[in-house]
């Protein structure tokens, strides 16, 4: 399934032509893959994850993965 | 611990040790005990009874890292309670240095006399006449300072709003370049030094009388602890220095908690426009400073220098809550034009925060279109140039919805609430409600707690749970303000043991006992004074309630309102 993944912080780092308005284009090939497996996918520590939202709406590390859709990752955050 | 006391009506300066109740104390806690002790609480606080206090955190001076917090108090014209507004910059560490835990500012001059209070590297004061630096701008006005005292030079200053006493009035501390770039903003306490015809504050640099730290080597060992728990960790270390405070743009837009056209939605449709990750590859496209460490003994570098597209410098530092007051919250998208605003802020000496609620207020009424950033300009340009209706804006929120008879104003005590809107985040709801500083973030900052997928384990759409960690957060972060540790490095107390270590620090510099249960104690009591300057000023329970918007209209997109009761918000200090 084709996916659109937008990587927040310092997240996009490893990935050279990260552009912020596009995000990536990720094609999984894998059924009944999770976001854990995105992130996998992506060599990104599920350890360093914050909020992960799903076309809109916020979802946990086991939800499943719905073809075309829009993924946001966000690091954990502190503030103030 | 040395206290200098200046009185305005006769220019006479003392020198006097801290009285023993105070002893150990800095930052808000010394501020608040002393208002509490010296200010009559129903005083004019723009009047001659009201003092202004300016006091380094306890453990600001010393080796500590991101200790440079600056604790600035004095009843405050916003709210009409007790106020602590805190600061960054070098001069926390410098005035410390000096052997000066405090400056109390009193009485009041007769009327168009100015004064720059200056404070030398031996802790010497004297003040000096200011007639020609009133009426400057905050940038000229520290030019203007550093030709006469030197490069090597700390200054707190406010600029045309402080002079001309409005509620939003800000005063506005050094950087490590020397920019008026760091805002004591909340509270209006550059109207109290605008009352008070103190133009400035000027302490040299480099001075060597901090108070002595009585057991050396341990203090070191537990600063140490401290700075590598602050470098292991990601957000400190690796997210902050890449993009500031503004990397909380797009989370929090996401959550559905970025308060929108003056709160009228949770979401703004350009988040991306103006979020931490477009601004820092703006700044480094045009050459600007993603990554400037802006406060003594910083090891964060959370600020940056925002710049042109000539890659002349604009602004320092555009920060999340004024990417916030001056982007979302007056539907703006435009980042450059944010910038502009809050250079002008600092300028002018204005909170950027109450100052773009001010605006939203103003556009939510109809004054002008949400989204037009050249009106927002012409109205803080209008605060400079002291018209009725620019002095309407400069004194804050409150004061536009009631020139407008607006009922939608985001107000708690007077003063206006932060980027986190209450409907989606219910912990915030408590901390705005009930801190007696007024709608305030920093007082109780539960954010985490309340989004599952940071760890928290509240419902943020429930009551449940919020009032215990709105008040645990409060509890805490008193003593944060009080000890002068940075907000964003108290990632520092996730070393083991973190927050004993730090108590360890304040046995080591004081050689007296003080346990994380005193930590606590000390806490509570702190909160108990403000609390109690607040009674005594006339806040009742009804004001430790949120405006009516946010119980009665539903926050798109999750479409909530606040559902904590009045009984429950009013258990917030059961200690």
Known sequence: MELNVKLYGTLSRPFDDYDHVTGLGVSIVQGGASIQDLLLHLNINPKGIGMVFMDGGPVKLETLLKGGARIKIFQPIFGG | ?575
Not at chain 2, 1 to 17: L, Q
Not at chain 2, 258 to 274: C, H, L, M, S
Not at chain 2, 430 to 455: C, I, K, Q, R
């Open chain 2, 1 to 575: 611990m040395k206290i200098i006391r200046v009185n305005m009506v006769n220019t006479e300066i003392t020198t006097e040790e801290v009285i023993p109740a105070f002893t150990g104390m800095g930052g808000r806690g010394l501020t608040s005990f002393m208002i509490h002790q010296e200010v009559p609480a129903t005083c004019d606080p723009l009047g001659p009874e009201n003092k202004l206090i300016f006091a380094p955190g306890y453990l600001s001076g010393s080796s500590l890292v991101n200790s440079s917090r600056f604790s600035i108090g004095a009843k405050s014209p916003l709210t009409g309670g007790i106020k602590e507004s805190n600061v960054g910059g070098t001069i926390a560490a410098d005035l410390a240095r000096t052997g000066i835990s405090a400056v109390i500012v009193e009485g009041q001059p007769e009327k168009d006399q100015s004064y720059v209070l200056k404070i030398d590297k031996q802790g010497a004061a004297v003040l000096l006449e200011a007639d020609a630096f009133w009426g400057k701008r905050t940038y000229e006005l520290v030019a203007g300072l550093k030709k006469i005292h030197g490069e090597d030079c700390s200054i707190a200053c406010i600029g045309p709003a402080g002079e001309m006493q409005l509620s939003a009035a800000s005063i506005q501390c050094t950087d490590r370049d020397g920019r008026p770039c760091r805002a004591a903003g909340r509270g209006g306490l550059g109207a109290v030094m605008g009352s008070k015809g103190l133009k400035a504050l000027v302490v040299e640099r480099k001075a060597v009388n901090a108070e002595p730290i009585k057991d050396a080597a341990a203090f070191k060992s537990s600063a140490k602890i401290f700075a590598k728990a602050v470098l292991a960790d990601e957000f400190s270390a690796e997210i902050l220095p890449a993009l500031g405070s503004a990397v909380l743009v797009e989370p929090i837009n996401a959550a559905g908690a970025f308060p929108t056209r003056n709160a009228r939605q949770g979401q703004f449709e350009d988040a991306d426009k103006i979020s931490g990750e477009t601004m820092a590859k703006i700044i480094k496209r045009r050459g600007g400073i993603p990554n400037h460490k802006g406060c003594s003994q910083c090891i964060i570098n959370c600020s940056n220098e925002y710049v042109d597209e000539q890659g002349k410098y604009v602004t320092s530092s555009l920060e999340y809550e004024t990417i916030w007051s001056m982007g979302g919250m007056i539907g703006n998208n435009d980042l450059d034009a944010i910038a502009r605003l809050d250079f002008l802020c600092d300028d002018i000496g204005l909170d950027t925060m109450s100052t773009g609620v001010a605006i939203a207020v103003a556009m939510d009424a109809g004054y002008k279109s949400f989204g037009d950033s050249a009106a927002a300009i012409e109205m803080v340009e209008a605060v400079a140039a002291g018209s009725d209706f620019g002095k309407i804006i400069g004194h804050g929120p409150k004061r536009v919805g009631e020139h407008f008879n607006h009922d939608r104003v985001p107000v708690i005590k007077g003063q206006s609430i932060a980027a986190y809107d209450p409907r989606t985040i219910h912990g915030m709801a408590v901390t705005y409600a009930t801190s007696p500083m007024g709608g305030d973030h920093t007082a109780g900052w539960v954010v985490e707690s309340n989004l599952a997928s940071f760890g928290g384990t509240l419902d943020p759409f429930s009551a449940e749970g919020q009032v215990e960690t709105s008040r645990n957060a409060q509890l805490h972060m008193v003593m944060v303000d009080t000890m002068g540790i940075c907000d964003f490095a108290q990632t520092g107390f996730g070393a083991p043991d973190g927050l004993e270590n730090v108590c360890r620090m304040v046995v080591a510099k004081s050689g007296s006992p003080f346990s994380s249960e005193d930590w606590k104690t000390l806490g509570k009591t702190i909160l108990q004074t403000e609390l109690s300057f607040n009674k005594k000023a006339g806040f009742t329970k009804e004001d430790d309630r949120l405006p009516k918007m946010f119980y009665e209209e539903p926050l798109p997109p999750h479409n909530k309102v606040v559902v904590i009761s009045d009984e429950e918000m009013d258990t917030t200090f059961n200690f």
